[in-house]
């Protein structure tokens, strides 16, 4: 199955009218992704018994014409809780951790009939930009083997850029959606925070955490997340707000004329040459289908980032003090008393960044340092949300780049903390501030032949004109046929 040929929809009406089964689709995915492991490293565990399985029940009970993503293959995120699948955040301290239930989102897509193929790679609890800080391995860029696929869920973006899948779950703290989805040249959506529950997520950051989709098109993505999207009760954040059908409101009268438009000046402050060239003709483009565009300016923009991981640093060493060595996790062997066991079993469950991280947040929430960092860092979090309303005053969206470079090799950035922390400038604000934001793609680097994604900021719970603006975009430019030749540099 080559899923750059097709789209949920067309797959959906194929296993309707019984041109594959879902049998048949479940054995081709997977006999896809053993022929891409080895290169890409997406996947830390697949699911095969149970997929199958999976697939000869639903093709036995047949699929209702309503039933989009039943029998479809689709990817999680291995952060995200399932059910009698080992769920390891990537990490030591979970590596044989098998949970007891689902967590909402797959609880969902349970009862939608799709077919989880497996659990995908991820920075370790989700802390980091390029996969490298998981405790199993790196995954690779489908687009060249030798660079990063981004992170922390570059798992799933490199699944479905190597056309594993059509679409896979993230998580994104602080553009870890986002970022890995510009990198790998697909949609990446992180919608607003509550939107969608984070019951049974692995908890890094949780004022800032949001579950999503990375998919190949904005239409399955629209339609993905509007099926895991809604209240849930175990989620006192989750939101009451109805969830539009997102997917059904894209069509061929879509059109961005007359749409305001504004690009921060600061979201150019900093973009590599080739970068910019790529969003400047993008922002062309969208002029020439009569958008309106203006130039804005996020004052607060540079401030993001150091106020983001004091914040979020703050949040996981509270998250994951219950790490401890005692009620489940991993435990250090041969430990002569009870500090023996929190020490060691924390010093060597968890791998250098988380420990960074944990170290930091401890630090900025001491009695010491509470009003000097993070207090001062929550009051920087109010005004770069007081940024944004500003502009959405006047302005539909907000555009500018994804991130201020394109992938970068294996090992070039892994040993500096901060430059890697660098990485998200453009992409923490909008978790600081709660809001929606996608990135599609946007073109490729006349450098290295590497994607770039265009960002797409929107107002609270606005995902539709986001997903109007991209389908738009997408509608009108080829990137997203663009694919993957894998075995080295595109």
């Keep these: 199955m080559d899923f750059y040929q097709t789209d949920l929809t067309q797959l959906h009406d194929d296993l309707v009218n019984k041109k594959i089964s879902a049998t048949e689709l479940t054995k081709e995915t997977f006999d896809h992704i053993k022929g891409n492991e080895d290169q890409v490293k997406a996947f830390i565990n697949l699911n095969e018994d149970a997929a199958m399985k999976r697939a000869q029940e639903i093709d036995e009970a047949g699929i209702a014409g309503d039933q989009l993503v039943s029998g479809v293959p689709l990817a999680v ?12 955040a990537a990490s030591k301290m979970l590596e044989h951790f098998n949970p007891v239930y689902d967590a909402t989102v797959v609880d969902k897509l349970n009862k939608a009939g799709y077919i989880n193929v497996g659990k995908t790679n991820l920075d370790e609890f989700a802390m980091g930009s390029s996969t490298e800080n998981s405790a199993f391995f790196t995954s690779h860029n489908p687009w060249d083997l030798t660079r990063v696929p981004g992170g922390s869920s570059g798992g799933s973006a490199a699944a479905v850029a190597a056309g594993d899948v059509l679409g896979a779950l993230g998580t994104d703290t602080g553009g870890s959606i986002r970022m890995p989805a510009s990198f790998n040249g697909v949609v990446g959506m992180k919608p607003t925070y509550g939107r969608v529950s984070r019951w049974g997520i692995i908890a890094f950051g949780s004022s800032f955490d949001q579950v999503g989709w990375l998919t190949r098109t904005v239409k399955d993505n629209a339609y993905l997340t509007s099926l895991i999207a809604g209240n849930d009760e175990h989620d ?40 910019h060239d790529v969003i400047k003709a993008a922002l062309d483009h969208l002029e020439s289908l009569g958008a309106i565009v203006d130039e804005v300016s996020l004052p607060h923009t540079k401030y993001g980032v150091p106020a983001y991981y004091i914040l979020a640093s703050s949040e996981a060493s509270s998250n994951l003090q219950r790490y401890d060595g005692i009620r489940y996790g991993f435990r250090a062997k041969d430990v002569k008393n009870l500090e023996d066991v929190y ?69 070039a950035e892994i040993d500096d903390p901060k430059k890697m922390y660098m990485n998200d400038v453009l992409t923490v604000p909008v978790n600081m501030a709660g809001l929606p934001s996608m990135s599609v793609p946007a073109g490729f680097s006349a450098e290295n032949g590497m994607p770039v994604g265009l960002q797409i900021i929107g107002k609270p719970f606005d995902e539709q004109t986001i997903y109007n603006a991209g389908y738009v975009f997408e509608q009108t430019t080829d990137f997203h046929k663009e694919a993957p030749k894998l075995g080295g540099q595109n």
Excluded: C
């Design 77 to 88: 995120k291995d952060n995200i809780l399932t059910k009698g699948l080992t769920t390891t």
């Design 236 to 275: 006192m954040t989750s939101s009451l707000k109805e969830v539009p059908d997102w997917a059904a409101n894209l069509n061929d009268s879509t059109s961005v004329k007359g749409l305001r438009i504004a690009v921060p000046k600061e979201y150019f402050d900093d973009l590599d040459e080739d970068v």
């Design 343 to 411: 020490v060691r079993s924390r010093s060597e469950g968890f791998g250098e960044e988380v420990k960074r991280r944990i170290m930091l947040g401890t630090f900025s929430l001491s009695a010491g340092f509470y009003d000097a960092y993070f207090n001062k860092a929550a009051k920087v979090r109010r005004l770069i949300a007081q940024d944004f309303d500003d502009v959405f005053k006047d302005h539909d969206l907000i555009l500018g780049a994804t991130g201020a470079s394109t992938a970068f090799k294996i090992g």
